[in-house]
């Protein structure tokens, strides 16, 4: 229908620009500069794409097959060495931790994340009116939170000394003493809050999605499952989770990549700290190339993350496109 | 009945925990932003400011360069959205309305530019931008963020350009409109909540960019608010007050901005994607 209605205009626009356009203008000319209007159109954000976007692409490829530190980049000179970033960087243990590190953090991020939300989503569907808009409002807040601010309240919340959650657990009196406690001393337990800041951030998103999800769902299919006998645990198994499985397969897309290559949240927590502890693969390819001049280094492990973010989501992908094909 | 009437009450309570979980935090950052530094420095926490204060927005505002900050992050923002939305809205309606060879392939590119891994592409972009008169300068970022914004912007745009009939356009034309003139006086009135909504986004992506801004600038002066706010620890010490007014100050127009577009962005990301 659309289809047709923008060949119509098609064909009409000629017969406007014939009425309207002086007649002694050459015809051809006309019809070319109408054929090349589209691409001219769209030429600024070819060129955008191309210079902004694919230019540091192929410059991220290439710095990591070269020496390059703080005296090539005065000197403007190209050594190029081959693998040997990248021979450096599979070689030290410290990089094998820091990428096995942020595997773990992001499996355990996306988890908390896809699991709360899909809580979220099935509590938003079973209430009331009020409730539910109050619920609703209290994710829109936690959702619009900058990730810089999130990082500062959760340091203030988390607060060793005049902290509410360490006032709290202290009220509560089940865990312990709590009085000064510090969280940012180990690194699991730094990276629990910072975990705990972007499940409270990212959450939202999952549960809005999951419940416009429900909601589509048509209702005669759980008034037969109803019917047949099922229990809640049932419908759900049964229903509601083989109903939503396009829409997971893209929420946990999304949300691994969003966490696997997380900076902001963790620098702003403690720059990588306790002694490097929270350092992922974004703040290690952060503390080689922006603050150890380590350019070419730093090329090479932004280039074995995305390889490795790819690799991770071929899976997805290829699901995905499927799904979009059957579909 | 009355085992309806527990369950109800269940589900209503953790309602109400899911609730204070998830509001809490912003209450707490707005709340210790009103609060004078006794009831802060307390080891039982005031819930409610009893004598509430406006000096920690004070001490807030009056850091030095925070009117550098703020102008950094406004002119950075402002550019973002107004560069993106120009060159953004020409590959929109070109793409939505004009049927040209190599439009799939353009489409396909823009979908993959929304998926760059940004974070992957800080290394090169600071090396050029390092080669450029633009280093260590504000405009580095509008740069940068123009093309963080501009996938988004043309997908966001197209599809609201798509969701005006094109029999509109027809009639203005057969009235005698230039193609032009019909965009502009029938499909830009139409299409002015998307371009909002989509600005607002845009304008969201560089008021919070903190990566860039980090790496970028070495002068303070030159900082935006939230590389201000990160550095909170050297300029405000221990006072949390001032860091929460600091917060809400930086916070409060990406909630506002929010709260009117929230509605349009779950959708977006996710449409079409449940088996009916």
Redesign the interface.
């Known amino acids: 229908m659309a289809d047709t209605m923008r060949a119509q205009v098609e064909d009409l626009s000629p017969v406007t620009v014939g009425r309207r356009g002086a007649p002694s203008r050459p015809r051809t000319a006309t019809s070319a500069m109408r054929r090349a209007l589209p691409y001219l159109a769209i030429l600024p954000t070819l060129g955008t794409f191309l210079i902004l976007l694919g230019y540091p692409v192929l410059l991220v490829i290439l710095l990591s097959f070269q020496k390059y530190n703080l005296a090539e980049l005065f000197n403007h000179r190209t050594i190029w060495i081959g693998l040997d970033n990248y021979r450096e960087i599979l070689g030290n243990p410290e990089f094998i931790s820091v990428v096995i590190r942020t595997f773990l953090f992001t499996i355990a991020n996306v988890a908390l994340t896809i699991g709360l939300g899909t809580l979220v989503a099935l509590l938003l569907d079973r209430l009331g009116r009020w409730m539910r808009l109050a619920v609703s409002m209290a994710m829109v807040l936690a959702w619009s939170v900058p990730a810089v601010t999130g990082s500062v309240i959760f340091q203030w919340l988390f607060d060793s000394k005049f902290g509410v959650v360490n006032w709290a657990l202290n009220t509560i009196g089940l865990f312990g003493d709590f009085t000064n406690h510090s969280w940012f001393d180990s690194g699991l337990s730094t990276f629990a809050i910072i975990t705990m800041l972007m499940v409270w951030q990212a959450a939202p998103f999952v549960a809005f999605s999951l419940f416009a999800g429900i909601g589509s769902i048509s209702k005669e299919q759980y008034e037969a499952a109803r019917v047949d006998g099922a229990g809640e645990w049932a419908v759900f198994r049964w229903i509601t989770l083989p109903s939503l499985a396009p829409l997971f397969m893209i929420l946990t897309f999304l949300s691994s990549i969003w966490d696997f290559k997380v900076f902001t949240q963790i620098w702003t927590m403690r720059q990588g700290g306790p002694n490097n502890e929270t350092v992922t693969l974004a703040i290690y390819a952060y503390q080689v190339g922006i603050a150890g001049n380590r350019f070419g280094i730093a090329a090479a492990v932004s280039c074995v993350m995305v390889a490795l973010l790819l690799v991770v989501l071929v899976p997805y992908i290829r699901s995905m496109v499927r799904t979009q094909e059957g579909a | 009945m009355s085992r309806r009437r527990l369950r109800r009450a269940m589900?209503?309570g953790?309602?109400?925990l899911?609730?204070?979980?998830?509001?809490f935090?912003?209450y707490?950052?707005v709340n210790?932003a009103f609060k004078p530094p006794d009831e802060?420095?307390?080891?039982?926490?005031v819930f409610l400011p009893t004598s509430p204060t406006l000096s920690n927005f004070a001490n807030a505002i009056g850091q030095p360069h925070f009117a550098d900050f703020l102008r950094n992050s406004l002119f950075v923002s402002f550019s973002t959205v107004a560069l993106a939305l120009l060159?953004?809205l020409?590959?929109a309606?070109?793409?939505a309305?004009?049927?040209?060879r190599?439009?799939k392939g353009?489409l396909l590119?823009?979908a993959i530019?929304q998926?760059?891994?940004f974070?992957?592409?800080?290394?090169?972009?600071?090396?050029?931008i390092?080669g450029t008169p633009l280093y260590n300068q504000v405009p580095s970022l509008i740069?940068v963020y123009?093309?963080f914004t501009?996938p988004f912007t043309?997908w966001s745009l197209r599809g609201f350009v798509?969701g005006i009939?094109?029999?509109l356009?027809?009639a203005a034309?057969?009235d005698g409109c230039?193609?032009f003139g019909a965009f502009r006086h029938v499909v830009f009135p139409l299409l002015l909540p998307g371009i909002v909504s989509t600005a607002i986004f845009g304008y969201?992506t560089a008021?919070?960019e903190?990566?860039y801004a980090?790496?970028f600038m070495t002068n303070v002066s030159n900082y935006t608010l939230?590389v201000w706010?990160?550095t909170?620890r050297t300029s405000f010490g221990i006072d949390?007050g001032g860091?929460?007014a600091a917060?809400t100050l930086?916070?409060l127009p990406?909630?506002v901005f929010?709260?009117i577009v929230?509605g349009r962005m779950?959708?977006g990301?996710?449409a079409?994607?449940?088996?009916?």
């Open positions: 589900i209503n953790v309602a109400a899911v609730f204070v979980l998830f509001a935090p912003v707490w950052m210790s802060i420095q307390t080891y039982v926490p060159v953004g020409l590959a309606v070109t793409v309305r004009v049927r040209f190599g439009r353009f590119l823009v530019a998926m760059a891994p974070e992957g592409l800080l290394i090169p972009i600071y090396l050029v390092r740069v123009f093309i501009l043309i798509s009939p094109v029999d356009e027809e034309m057969v230039s193609r969201i008021w919070n903190f990566l980090n790496a939230p706010l990160a909170f949390w860091t929460m917060a930086f916070t990406v909630l929010f709260l929230q779950v959708g990301l996710t079409g994607a449940v088996k009916g």
